[in-house]
C-alpha cells in the first residue's frame, strides 16, 4: 500500500512558477513509478506526465512539454512537478498517483494523493 500526499498549490499569476510536491508513504518508494494528472472544472482529468521508479524514463503531455519538469527523490520518498511559464489553462486540481507501470492514463495508477489546486490568473 503506498499513501500519497500532494502540496505546493496555490495561486500564481500567468507566467510564474509553481513547484508540487507528492510524498509517499512506505519503504518501497523506489518501485513505484509516479505520475501526474490535472482536472480542470467541467473537463476529463488529463494526464501531465510521469516519471519511472528510478527517474530514467520521463514523459509529458504536449501541453506542458518545456515548461513542466518531473523529478523524483527517492531518498525522500518525494516526487516533485517543477511548473515553469504557468498559463491560465493550466488552472486545475493536480494529483499525483503512483504504481509498479509507467503508463499514460489513469487506469495505470492504483495509487492516488488527494489533489492540490493550482490557479493561474491572468
Do not use: H
Not at 511548473?83 to 495508477?109: H, W
Amino acid at each position: 500500500q503506498v499513501q500519497l500526499v500532494e502540496s505546493g498549490g496555490g495561486l500564481v499569476q500567468a507566467g510564474g512558477s509553481l513547484r508540487l510536491s507528492c510524498v509517499a508513504s512506505g519503504r518501497t518508494f523506489n518501485r513505484y513509478t509516479m505520475g501526474w494528472f490535472r482536472q480542470a472544472p467541467g473537463k476529463e482529468r488529463e494526464f501531465v506526465g510521469a516519471i519511472s521508479y528510478i527517474g530514467s524514463s520521463i514523459s509529458y503531455s504536449d501541453s506542458v512539454k518545456g515548461r513542466f519538469t518531473i523529478s523524483r527523490d527517492n531518498a525522500k520518498n518525494t516526487g516533485y512537478l517543477q511548473m515553469n511559464s504557468l498559463k491560465p489553462e493550466d488552472t486545475a486540481v493536480y494529483y499525483c498517483a503512483s504504481n509498479r507501470v509507467l503508463g499514460d492514463e489513469g487506469y495505470d495508477y492504483e495509487y492516488w494523493g488527494q489533489g492540490t489546486q493550482v490557479t493561474v490568473s491572468s
